[in-house]
């Protein structure tokens, strides 16, 4: 795994899509649920949205607050 995804989850913003310009950190987590259920976008953009699923499932966003109030 990249250790810049965390880095990238919270400058990336979401460039399609109801919600378009969101920071991919902000985005909610039944919009995730819904790609886990009909597949995320392949390439760097589904690796991203992938990962915040899992933190957002697990319970883990704590790990995002460093990075997105250090930017």
Known sequence: MDKNILID??????PYGRYKGY???DLPEPYLAWYHEHGFPSGKL????????E???NGLE??????KNGI
Not at 62 to 67: G, M, R, T
Request: charged share 15%; with cysteine.
């Open 9 to 14: 989850i919270c400058r990336t913003r979401m």
């Open 23 to 25: 920071l991919l950190c």
């Open 46 to 53: 589904g690796i991203e949205l992938a990962t915040l699923y």
């Open 55 to 57: 933190i957002k499932l």
């Open 62 to 67: 704590y790990l995002l607050i460093p990075i």
